[in-house]
């Protein structure tokens, strides 16, 4: 049997990634947390070093699938040196730990790794981050690759799924929106290709069977769903389908305020379609299970 490290598996979608492998008889699954370390996760920090190495050794993985990270582009913006030894130096370790053990490792990263003026991206397309968050994913990228060249990074655009709260995703948060009748501008500038993380689960899970079987999902892969939305276009379609009234959010043509975002990053996920098989999930006709737990 094989042996899956997930890390991030408390998270948005190291949630998904745990089910998705989970659910497959040929692996056996080990979730790793910080402080979230519950339901049958090892709590484990991955800025000690020392432990991330005993860890491996012990456990002795045929893969890694590494979702741990500081995610919130404005966090990463404001604690450069928590960021760069989260998602980079921490990274290199966890992939120099791997190596060690022959493990495998998928760096999951961002669309952010690109400026966003000239999509779609392929995955050699030179990347040009603006944020700090951006910076540390292409960092984190480029440890996963150096460390070990047979290792992969899968790039991922905007997830939502089911969250603990609405306020987890950047997606179902959108729906605070609705539920409060206070007019707002809601972005309508930056155009996202919002991703169920089950989906992300699944490419996850099929790229590392190909790998245990074929040895050939080194390097960078693209993943994401196939609808072209601004978040004005999440908010009007989320209101439509649980039937909250929309009339006060109005589109905001103008960036983002905060850590500089790019405009458009969607991702040519040619190559990753014709080596997996990921049907896309639809936003309008899912979106509405992850909202309706959370409305009063
Ligand atoms: N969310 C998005 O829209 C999005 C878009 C593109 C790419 N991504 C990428 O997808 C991956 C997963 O994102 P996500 O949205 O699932 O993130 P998330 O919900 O914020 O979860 C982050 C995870 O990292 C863990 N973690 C944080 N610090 C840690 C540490 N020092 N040691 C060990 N674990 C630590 C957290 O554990 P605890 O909570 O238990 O402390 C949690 O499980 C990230 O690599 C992110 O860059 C996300």
């Known amino acids: 049997m094989n042996k899956a490290i997930v890390t991030g598996a408390s998270g948005l979608l190291g949630r998904a990634i745990l089910k998705s492998f989970d659910a497959d008889p040929g692996w056996e699954v ?4 910080k402080s979230r370390a519950r339901d049958g996760l090892l709590c484990h920090d991955l800025l000690h070093a020392d432990a991330t190495e005993e860890l491996l050794q012990r456990e002795r993985p045929t893969v890694v699938i ?3 990270a500081e995610r919130k582009p404005d966090v990463c913006e404001g604690r450069p040196e928590f960021t760069q030894a989260l998602n980079v130096t921490a990274s290199s370790t966890l992939c120099e730990a791997a190596k ?7 760096f999951i990263s961002t669309d952010y790794v690109f400026d966003g003026t ?18 540390s994913k292409l960092g984190g ?3 996963t690759l150096r460390v070990n060249p047979g290792n992969a990074a899968l790039r991922v655009p905007i997830l939502y799924g089911e969250v603990e709260r609405l306020e ?3 997606v179902t948060e959108i729906a605070c929106s609705l539920l409060d009748s206070t007019p707002v501008k809601m972005d309508h500038w930056a155009v996202r290709r919002p991703t169920l993380v089950d989906d992300v689960g699944s490419a996850c899970l099929q790229l590392a069977n190909h790998q245990v079987s074929s040895q050939s999902c080194r390097g960078i892969w693209h993943f994401s769903g196939d609808e072209s939305m601004t978040k004005y276009d999440m908010a009007l379609a989320m209101g ?13 043509e103008q960036p983002p305020p905060g850590a500089p975002r790019p405009h458009d990053c969607s991702l040519d996920c040619a190559e990753f379609d014709a ?12 979106i509405g299970d992850f909202l309706r737990p959370h409305l009063p």
């Open 100 to 106: 060690a053990v022959d493990a495998w490792v998928l």
């Open 141 to 143: 990228e480029e440890a």
């Open 30 to 33: 080990v979730g790793l947390a």
């Open 240 to 252: 439509r389908v649980i039937g909250l009234d929309s009339s006060h959010i109005e589109p905001d």
């Open 66 to 68: 590494h979702a741990a």
């Open 168 to 170: 987890e995703s950047a």
């Open 275 to 286: 080596r997996c098989s990921v049907v896309r999930s639809s936003f309008t006709s899912v």
């Open 118 to 135: 000239q999509p779609p991206y392929h995955p050699r397309d030179t990347p040009h981050p603006l944020n700090a968050y951006g910076e």
